[in-house]
């Protein structure tokens, strides 16, 4: 039986921040160039953990599919919206579907929320304010086994 992966993560936040100007690329996976799924996937890498991730993925994913994947690995687990904290990953609705995700960072009592992610849009890793736009995206938040 493969043993159970357990994840920081005070560690998975700060990877994330310690990435912030890395280029994106699409389907990157390391300090040449991220996409929003690897950032995810370099900063777990970084805790010795190399999760199933698709590989030839377009830009945006179809139906359900990041969804299913999210929850294929099992590394995750899916939590209420309302219940979000830092170290949790938020997957948005761009266009119609879930294509998108992004690591809260930053939740302070009565000050805008923070979270760290990459996109074409952007073209590198950033921090954002999760302002009432991103809010409205939100499709679902998955906190780290």
Request: aromatic share 6%; charged share 15%; net charge negative.
């Given at each position: 039986m493969a043993e159970r992966q357990v994840i920081d993560r005070q560690r998975l936040i700060a990877?994330?921040?310690?990435?912030?100007?890395?280029?994106y690329h699409h389907q990157g996976r390391d300090e040449n160039g991220l996409d929003c799924v690897g950032l995810i996937i370099a900063a777990l890498r970084r805790q010795g953990i190399d999760p199933q991730a698709p590989a030839d993925y377009g830009k945006s994913p179809p139906g359900n599919s990041l969804l299913k994947h999210i929850d294929q690995?099992?590394?995750?687990?899916?939590?209420h919206v309302g219940q979000r904290?830092?170290?949790d990953m938020l997957v948005f609705v761009i266009r119609s579907d879930?294509?998108?995700l992004g690591l809260?960072?930053?939740r302070?009592?009565?000050?805008?929320e923070i979270m760290v992610h990459s996109a074409d849009v952007i073209m590198r890793v950033r921090a954002a304010t999760l302002g009432e736009a991103w809010l409205k995206?939100?499709?679902?938040?998955?906190?780290p086994n």
């Open positions: 990877d994330v921040i310690s990435m912030i100007d890395t280029p690995c099992g590394l995750f687990q899916q939590v904290q830092p170290g879930p294509q998108h809260l960072v930053e302070p009592a009565g000050g805008p995206r939100i499709a679902a938040v998955y906190r």
